[in-house]
């Protein structure tokens, strides 16, 4: 965990999550500058910033999984149920993303035993 932010109640998961990965990319910034003032060469931590985000079921949505793509960040959302099929119709990154998120989490190395 790198980075926690507090929202208003009225804001839903979606709308917020751009600024809690706002402030883990300062929170790693930070680290980084201070592991380059140290004089130890053992580097913890990631000098390409966030490049993976793990968020509960309430992130999730097409844009959001567009959003985080574009950003250049594998997410690893788990999909809630849904009923019926999905219509892609004119939305071909947004599918893109969400099937990629899809193999990730469903992927072996995504779970915890």
């Known amino acids: 965990m790198v980075a926690v932010t507090l929202q208003a109640a009225d804001k839903g998961d979606t709308t917020t999550l751009d600024e809690t990965l706002i402030e883990a990319g300062r929170a790693v910034a930070e680290l980084v500058v201070e592991q380059a003032k140290s004089p130890s060469c053992d580097i913890t931590v990631n000098i390409h910033g966030i490049e993976e985000l793990v968020a509960d079921k309430g992130y999730l949505s097409g844009a959001v999984l567009k959003r985080v793509k574009s950003y250049g960040v594998r997410s690893y959302i788990p999909e809630k149920r849904q009923k019926g099929k999905r219509r892609w119709q ?14 990730r989490v469903r992927a072996t190395t995504a779970r915890v035993c």
């Open 90 to 103: 004119g939305k071909a990154e947004e599918q893109q993303a969400t099937y990629d998120n899809r193999r």
